[in-house]
C-alpha cells in the first residue's frame, strides 16, 4: 500500500506531468496521477492535439476555449434551432493517454440560454436521452455547468458521417431500395425502442438522424417529452413558448397545439422515409395543416424506390387524421424487415 502511494506521489511531483497539459485551465489535472505506460505517447500526442488546437477556430457563441476545465473546444459541427453543437477534447482522457479523447459538446445556443427553461430543457433532452441505450442512438456521457460562463452543456460521444439532410443532397432522387431499407430498418428499430422505454422523440427530420461509420444513429432528443407516468419528477417544460415544432415534418394535430404521441413520431418518421425512398418530401414541405388544407394526401405517388408491399402501410403513416394513422413503429418495422416466403420475396421484387 505505501509502496503504491510512494509512487503516485512520483507520478503526482513530476513536473513532466504538468507541463504536458495541454490548457492551463486543466491545471488541476495533475492532481490525476498519470499512468507509467501512457507517459511516452501521451507526451507526443499531446503535442500533436496542441498544433492542432492552434489551428482551431475560436469558438463562438461566448463560450470559453475550455469548459469545466475539461473540455477544450475545436470547432462547431453544427447548429439547429435551438442548441450549437461543437467537437471537443476531454483533456482529462487525454492526459490518460485516451488515443481518441474527442467528443460532441452541445450548448443552447446563444438566443436560448438567456431564456429561465434554458438549461432545464437540456437536461430534460440529456435525462430522456440517457435512459436509452442502442446502437442506433447516439450515446451521452455527461450534463455538466461551466460555473464560470454560467452555461450548462452535454456531452456526448463524436459522430463521425453524414446526417440525412446532407445525404439527400448528394442523392437527389433518393436511394436506392437496398440502401433503403439499410437506413430505414435501424432507424425504425432506435424509435421503437425509444417508444419501448416511455420516449417520444417529437422531432424526427433529416437533420437528426446520421449514417455514421458503424451504423444509422438517431440524435437530438432535445423536443423530446416521456409518456405519462414515466420520469413523473422531470418538470413539465411549455415547449410551446420556443414554438419549436418542425411544421414540415410535426402532424397536423401538434401544429394545432395537441401532445406529442406516437403517432405524430410516426407522421414524422413517415415523411424521412418517403424523402429517402424518393429524394422528395411527401408535401412539398408544406406545414401539414397547409398541406391538409390543399388535400395533397390525394395526390401522394407511392415513391418508385420503395418496394412496393411498404407502400400501404406507409401511407397510413402519413395519415393527416391521427385517428386514420399507424398506431406503433412495429407495422413499419413488419413492412420492411421484408418478405418471407418465396412467393413474398417474389412480389417484392415484383
Ligand atoms: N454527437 C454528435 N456528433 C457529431 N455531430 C453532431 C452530434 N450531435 C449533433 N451534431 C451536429 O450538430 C447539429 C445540431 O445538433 P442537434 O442536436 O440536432 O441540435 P439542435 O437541437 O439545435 O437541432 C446536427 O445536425 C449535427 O450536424
Ligand atoms: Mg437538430
Redesign the pocket.
Known amino acids: 500500500m505505501s509502496d503504491l502511494n510512494a509512487g503516485r506521489d512520483d507520478l503526482l511531483m513530476s513536473e513532466e506531468a504538468s507541463s504536458d497539459l495541454s490548457c492551463s485551465a486543466f491545471a488541476n489535472a495533475n492532481q490525476a496521477p498519470r499512468p507509467v505506460a501512457s507517459k511516452g505517447k501521451g507526451r507526443k500526442r499531446s503535442r500533436k492535439h496542441s498544433r492542432s488546437k492552434d489551428k482551431s477556430v475560436a469558438p463562438v457563441g461566448g463560450l470559453p476555449e475550455v469548459l469545466a476545465g475539461r473540455y477544450c473546444l475545436e470547432r462547431l459541427?453544427?447548429?439547429?434551432?435551438?442548441?450549437?453543437?461543437y467537437r471537443a477534447r476531454d483533456l482529462l482522457h487525454e492526459q490518460f493517454g485516451d488515443p481518441d479523447p474527442y467528443i460532441?459538446l452541445?450548448v443552447m445556443?446563444e438566443a436560448f440560454s438567456e431564456s429561465p427553461d434554458a438549461s432545464a430543457l437540456l437536461y430534460s433532452e440529456f435525462t430522456l436521452t440517457r435512459r436509452l441505450r442502442h446502437p442506433n442512438i447516439?450515446r451521452l456521457h455527461s450534463f455538466e455547468v461551466d460555473t464560470q460562463c454560467q452555461r450548462a452543456f452535454i456531452t456526448?460521444?463524436?459522430?463521425r458521417g453524414l446526417?440525412l439532410d446532407k445525404l439527400l443532397c448528394e442523392r437527389p432522387a433518393g436511394l436506392p431500395c437496398d440502401e433503403l431499407c439499410e437506413v430505414v430498418r435501424p432507424l425504425l428499430d432506435a424509435l421503437a425502442y425509444s417508444h419501448a422505454q416511455g420516449v417520444l422523440h417529437g422531432d424526427l427530420k433529416p437533420?437528426?438522424v446520421?449514417l455514421c461509420e458503424d451504423g444509422v444513429r438517431l440524435?437530438?432528443f432535445?423536443l423530446s417529452q416521456a409518456e405519462e407516468g414515466i420520469l413523473t419528477g422531470l418538470p413539465q417544460l411549455s415547449r410551446s413558448r420556443f414554438n419549436a415544432w418542425t411544421p414540415s415534418y410535426a402532424a397536423p394535430e401538434l401544429l394545432e397545439g395537441g401532445a406529442l404521441s406516437v403517432g405524430s413520431d410516426l407522421y414524422a418518421l413517415a415523411c424521412v422515409i418517403y424523402e429517402l425512398a424518393c429524394g422528395k418530401h411527401p408535401f412539398r414541405r408544406l406545414p401539414s395543416t397547409q398541406a391538409r388544407k390543399e388535400r395533397l394526401e390525394h395526390q401522394l405517388q407511392a415513391p418508385r424506390n420503395l418496394p412496393k408491399h411498404c407502400w400501404p402501410v406507409l401511407q397510413r403513416a402519413l395519415a393527416f387524421d391521427p385517428a386514420a394513422r399507424l398506431t406503433t413503429v412495429s407495422q413499419l418495422q413488419d413492412a420492411f424487415r421484408g418478405p418471407t416466403s418465396w412467393l413474398q420475396r417474389w412480389l417484392y421484387h415484383h
Not at 459541427?77 to 453543437?85: D, H, K, T
Open positions: 459541427l453544427g447548429a439547429g434551432g435551438m442548441g450549437a453543437v460532441a452541445k445556443s447516439v456526448m460521444e463524436l459522430m446526417v437533420s437528426n446520421m440524435f437530438d432535445g
